[in-house]
């Protein structure tokens, strides 16, 4: 069974430092993993979409990057800005015609000024 | 082009009542997926509809159900409603075709609260 487990839970820092999110998966098989951004009573927003053939992708400050075999993706967001405090959510689409989305718990990213 | 959008925004209901919610993907769009959102149990798959038929559904109660329209809007339902229902339901469309790699594109949800 599929499980996605995201470290740290909550991360503080202070703006302009980078930083790295984490999310690990335990089943190799999946078509992609999708890095998503959720404020507080909100929807999710996509930031990158990773395919299981790419090793990375990058959109302005933000790259994440996929290692299929050992399970893990990272989140980097360079020069952080108190606008980018938010929620932010790995899920990956099982290789398994379920159709469906699997999500961590999220890591609570607050940037303070 | 208009995103994924969400209706009601919120809702209030009593337990034991039924309520309809609703969604309209992004124009093109064919699947539509539904997520329930608790502080408890993270965000977990209701079900998913591609062409008005339902390819699959999460672990939930068959108090829950949903279907989808010709222009691919869909609505999920919830009879009976317990106080544990209480939750932001995440409504998401892809693709215009039937593949697995498209990327997934989520409404702003609809902010259910049983009392």
């Known amino acids: 069974k599929q499980e996605v487990t995201q470290i740290p839970a909550a991360l503080s820092v202070p703006e302009g430092e980078n930083l790295v999110l984490n999310c690990s998966f335990t089943d190799s098989a999946i078509y992609n993993l999708q890095w998503f951004r959720q404020d507080p009573g909100k929807g999710l927003t996509s930031l990158l979409l990773i395919q299981s053939s790419q090793r990375e992708q990058t959109s302005g400050r933000l790259n994440a990057s996929l290692d299929k075999s050992s399970g893990r993706s990272t989140l980097y967001i360079a020069a952080s800005q108190p606008g980018d405090s938010a929620t932010y959510l790995c899920?990956?689409?099982?290789?398994?015609?379920?159709?469906?989305?699997?999500f961590g718990s999220g890591t609570r990213l607050l940037v303070r000024p | 082009k208009a995103g994924v959008t969400q209706t009601p925004r919120y809702l209030i209901k009593t337990r034991g009542q039924q309520v309809t919610l609703s969604c309209s993907p992004i124009?093109?769009?064919?699947?539509v997926s539904w997520y329930q959102q608790t502080p408890g149990q993270g965000l977990q798959f209701l079900f998913e509809?591609?062409?008005?038929?339902?390819?699959n559904k999460g672990n939930f109660p068959g108090r829950f159900s949903g279907r989808q329209f010709s222009n691919s809007r869909s609505e999920m339902n919830v009879s009976t409603l317990e106080l544990g229902d209480s939750a932001l339901y995440l409504c998401a469309s892809s693709g215009t075709q039937e593949v697995f790699e498209d990327e997934q594109f989520f409404g702003p949800g609809t902010r259910l609260t049983v009392l």
């Open positions: 899920a990956v689409r099982p290789r398994d015609s379920s159709y469906k989305l699997i």
């Open positions: 509809y591609f062409s008005e038929t339902q390819r």
């Open positions: 124009s093109g769009h064919r699947s």
